[in-house]
Nanobody
Framework: VQLVESGGGLVQAGGSLRLSCALS????????MGWFRQASGKEREFVAS????????KEADSVNGRFIISRDNAKTLLYLQMSSLAPGATAVYYC??????????????????WGQGPQVTVSP
């Protein structure tokens, strides 16, 4: 399985950006999917996740209400719509695929595949 992200870049504070993640070499509906991010000098942290069917999602408190995760299994695409961006959102964003027996995942420990991580930079 390979994950290829697109949509990163530079945006001004208050703006919006959408990340996409294309899965190949597998069936998207077989995986719980998620987004994680890592800011410079910090540990990687959870952003959002979505179960295989797309009917349940979970977002980190820090992004709740501003970031929306969604998926299109027919197109094998995962999305992260980010709105009202602040400089604190500057990070490398990673798409993740895994298995989650219960709850909404994948949690970081259950990720089997990672994307390459595009840079998102939010300027003041």
């Amino acid at each position: 399985v390979q994950l290829v992200e697109s949509g990163g870049g530079l945006v001004q504070a208050g703006g919006s950006l959408r990340l996409s993640c294309a899965l190949s070499g597998g069936t998207l509906s077989s995986y719980a999917m998620g987004w994680f991010r890592q800011a410079s000098g910090k540990e990687r942290e959870f952003v959002a996740s979505i179960i295989w069917s797309g009917t349940r999602t979970k977002e980190a408190d820090s992004v709740n209400g501003r970031f929306i995760i969604s998926r299109d299994n027919a197109k094998t695409l995962l999305y992260l719509q980010m709105s009202s961006l602040a400089p604190g959102a500057t990070a490398v964003y990673y798409c993740a695929a895994g298995r989650q027996p219960s709850g909404v995942g994948p949690t970081e420990g259950r990720v089997n595949n990672w994307g390459q991580g595009p840079q998102v930079t939010v300027s003041p």
